[in-house]
């Protein structure tokens, strides 16, 4: 029978790990945590380590590391569920005699998964081609006790893997369905998935290996794989390091949230275990909703780049629509979580993110800083950044302040914000309401609306189209969300990284090419019609702003009106103007 995830929680939180332990060896306190022989390799030394408040053990000298129902298992050959009811016994937790019966199908996969980490873990310790990860971790001051804390491997490459799962027992079909190997295109023969990476074990929220993420060590793309989708592996439904975040999320009332997994890394080996990380990719609803569950409050700790900034926004906005607090911490110039910690310590991570702000009130700092509230045309491209925000906030005093904040810094009157509001963006959500997204077919569009595709499609050429593409835009002209992932995964040759939808289009334009289309028309008439593009939008504008401008300031306003109206005009004769412009000037 299958045991819920809610009561294997609370066994888990309900047993007490020394003392469990401690029935089999002989532990001392050592600050906080607590030291023995280690019951797995027969050390004499006290090299084993049961680490309270990370909920696990480790063995500085075999690596032997897990919780407190793996202990079970690995010393008294326990399978997974069996240890888990006799934790409950101990503790006094009923597991409940309902759901489906029989061993859970899934259950090799989690095996398969669980013996090649053990083995990429032994590997970075132990092989000759790991001296290259080994380094680069050094370089990075990582040690390896942290190494061992967070079961970090590596996978060399050739047919090392393949050799060794098949001398501990690990069926070929299996290593294929939980995404440890994969099939070539070529000639359909098996290969690891992995090979020349630093390997990431992924956790679910029970705490067993379900994949990897792996960073390529030398010359190779992309620079981080993620294992694919599987039965046990859906990497939009989990977050990096939550298994252990979750606890430190509720005792903090706070999550950090940052882009990787080395930032991962660096917080929890300096004491800030709240931290997690998406899996390479944008933050999704399903992650949304997984953080709520732990924590009211999420701080987004991203680099202050450009690119940093607006994947915070991205994510800001998508934890807002689940009615979380959510607060931006900037950090230093030129530096990121990891480099931060790295050179000033935990202490100064730890007061960037007390300095965090609002995430709203992010974005207008941003703005202010741009002098963009300084001119009418200003005002509006402003709001434009403003609105989306309030729109994704679902709970209504939060809404409330976001509207009033915005008609003070943009001098707009408040309900002419909210009429805003409630038109363009199509209504609002229920507090608390999930959003739903739904997967649908990667849309094609007749020209001249795939301007945004046949620009990907000269994008993926490669050089020298490559080059051309993203020297004349930039991924804020697409606005096909799916569109605008392709070209920014593209843009920084991680491919790997984009969501189902986005893999999805990418996979779609790689295999329709230019299909004969001539590159350097196509490029001109997509660069022509996204300019006209532009001139319609800011005549959008302009009819907004003479909405909410003065009697003073409307003259003016209808003056670049004409201007622009005409540019569009004579610039592209045969561009179809929508007919909502039928009382533009001059009409």
């Known amino acids: 029978m299958t045991i819920p995830d809610d009561v294997i929680e609370q066994v888990r939180e309900a047993a007490d790990l020394v003392a469990i332990i401690g029935e089999h060896v002989e532990l001392k306190r050592a600050g906080s945590d607590f030291r023995g022989p280690c019951p797995f390799h ?13 909920g696990m053990f480790y063995c500085f000298v075999c690596h032997e590391a897990g919780d407190v129902f793996t202990f079970y298992m690995k010393r008294l050959g326990m399978d997974y569920p069996t240890a888990v ?19 859970d199908p899934r259950e090799p996969l989690f095996s398969a998964v669980a013996v090649a980490q053990d083995w990429f873990a032994r590997q970075l310790r132990e092989h000759p081609e790991a001296e290259i990860a080994r380094g680069y971790l050094q370089g990075r001051h990582v040690d390896f006790e942290g190494t061992g804390l967070f079961g970090l491997g590596y996978a060399p490459r050739g047919t090392a893997f393949l050799d060794a799962m098949k001398g501990l027992g690990v069926r070929d079909e299996v290593l294929l369905e939980a995404g440890l190997t994969r099939k070539k295109e070529e000639d359909g023969s098996v290969v ?26 030398g010359e190779g793309e992309p620079k981080y794989l993620n294992s694919p989708d599987t039965p046990i592996f859906h990497k939009g439904k989990l977050l990096y390091h939550l298994d252990v975040a979750k606890h430190a999320m509720r005792k903090a009332e706070r999550a950090i949230l940052v882009e990787g997994y080395f930032d991962v890394l660096r917080l929890a080996l300096a004491g800030i275990e709240e931290v997690v990380a998406p899996l390479g990719t944008g933050l999704s609803a399903d992650q949304g909703v997984l953080l709520r569950r732990y924590t009211a409050h999420v701080i987004l700790l991203y680099d202050s780049d450009e690119a940093g900034l607006r994947a915070s926004f991205r994510a800001g906005d998508e934890l807002l629509h689940h009615g979380l ?97 409630a038109i363009s963006g199509g209504g609002m959500r229920d507090a608390g309401s999930v959003p739903s997204h739904p997967a649908s077919p990667i849309p094609h569009p007749a020209f001249p609306t795939s301007a945004e595709k046949a620009l990907l499609l000269l994008l993926l050429e490669g050089d020298p189209w490559r080059a051309k593409v993203l020297e004349a835009v930039d991924a804020e002209e697409f606005e096909f969300p799916a569109y605008r992932a392709v070209f920014e995964a593209a843009r920084a040759d991680a491919p790997d990284r984009l969501d189902e939808t986005g893999a999805r289009a990418y996979e779609e334009l790689k295999a329709e090419g230019l299909a004969g289309n001539e ?25 907004r702003q003479l909405t909410v401008a003065a009697p003073d300031e409307q003259a003016a306003l209808l003056a670049e009106k004409r201007r622009v109206f005409d540019a569009l005009r004579v610039k592209f004769p045969r561009y179809k103007i929508a007919k909502r412009r039928s009382g533009a000037p001059g009409s």
């Open 42 to 54: 027969g050390g004499t030394h006290r090299n084993f380590a049961v680490i309270p408040k990370k």
């Open 85 to 103: 009811r006799e934790v409950a016994r101990r503790v006094g937790v009923t597991i409940p005699e309902r759901g489906p019966s029989g061993p």
């Open 192 to 217: 690891p998935r992995f090979r020349g990476r630093l390997l990431f074990p992924i956790h679910d929220l029970r705490g067993r290996v379900v994949g990897f993420g792996g960073r390529i060590l």
């Open 325 to 421: 607090r959510v607060s931006v911490a900037t950090l230093p110039e030129g530096e990121d979580p990891d480099t931060l910690v790295q050179r000033h310590g935990g202490a100064a991570l730890e007061q960037t993110l007390k300095d965090a702000v609002d995430v709203f009130e992010r974005k207008i700092q941003i703005l202010e800083r741009r002098g963009v509230f300084g001119s009418l045309p200003g005002r509006r491209r402003a709001l434009d950044r403003l609105l989306p925000t309030i729109r994704a906030a679902a709970d209504p005093i939060t809404r409330e302040l976001y509207l009033s904040r915005a008609a003070e810094v943009a001098s707009v009157r408040k309900d002419v914000l909210e009429r805003e509001v």
């Open 519 to 543: 590159p350097d028309a196509l490029f001109e008439r997509a660069l022509n019609w996204l300019e006209a593009r532009k001139l319609e939008r800011a005549i959008d504008e302009l009819d």
